[in-house]
């Protein structure tokens, strides 16, 4: 079984930052595409940004600057870097990764979700 555990969320005020970290456990056999939801209250989940295995990444426009997403691929654990906070950015931010697994012969990949972690940016 898979497991994706969030870390480093909290309360900070604006302008500040934090790091969020995300460890991937379980019977990986390869650890694809990995990024960052998130949800704010009342609004739809949105991605943040992504990383490819090789370490491409994109952003939303939103946090183009601000934001900066890494891996450590040894680790099976990705980041996000986040500075210059603003009261928008408050959410629950969700690690989201294309896992493979292989079972005998059999590799198969799907996309696992972590369960949140809550960042809360006060002005």
């Known amino acids: 079984q898979v497991q994706l555990v969030e870390s480093g969320g909290g309360l900070v005020q604006a302008g500040g930052s934090l790091r969020l970290s995300c460890a991937a456990s379980g019977s990986i056999f390869m650890i694809n595409t990995m990024g960052w939801y998130r949800q704010a209250p009342g609004k739809q989940r949105e991605w943040v940004a992504i990383?490819?295995?090789?370490?491409?990444?994109r952003y939303v426009e939103a946090v183009k600057g601000r934001f900066t997403i890494s891996r450590d691929n040894a680790k099976n654990t990705v980041y996000l870097q986040m500075n210059s906070l603003k009261p928008e950015d408050t959410a629950v931010y969700y690690c989201n990764a294309r896992i493979s697994t292989k079972v005998a012969a059999t590799i198969t990949e799907r996309e696992y979700w972590g369960k949140g972690t809550l960042v809360t940016v006060s002005s």
């Open positions: 990383i490819t295995a090789d370490g491409f990444t």
